[in-house]
């Protein structure tokens, strides 16, 4: 018979101010094998308003091109109401956040996280100071 687990974990991301992309999936496949999870699904989300998770090709190119349209999409230089309650300088950082979003969600099959050869998970810090970004982790599923 099987038995159901939940594993949490947290990663720390040290990033430089943004847009800063922070390859994890090393430490994200660390978790899973101590898990010991071998059919589930691993839930993981980077805490803070300023801070994202996605999954790219981690090479000089993509990070390069995502970092890029990120800044096109909510550029640092426009106007932003959250300057003008706060003026603090991060206006643009909380919209490019909410745009890549908090959260992912990867398959765990035969106790490995089910992802394709070029594709790594990155935290991104778009704030503009450096940050530790934590990732919270939680796996659930059969042992």
Known sequence: MSNM??????IQAVAEKGICIVDITDRI???VRKS???TGSLHATCIGSTGSLTCIEFEPGVVSDL???INELA?????YEHEKAWHDGNGHSHVQAALIGPSLVIPVRSG???LGT???VVVINHDIRPRTRNVEIS???VV
Do not use: D, F, S
């Open 36 to 38: 010991e999870v071998q």
């Open 75 to 79: 550029p640092p230089g426009r106007e």
């Open 118 to 120: 070029w594709q790594q």
């Open 112 to 114: 490995r996280c089910a």
């Open 5 to 10: 687990k939940l594993y949490t974990g947290q």
């Open 29 to 31: 496949k660390e978790i």
């Open 139 to 141: 796996i659930m599923g």
């Open 67 to 69: 970092a890029r349209t």
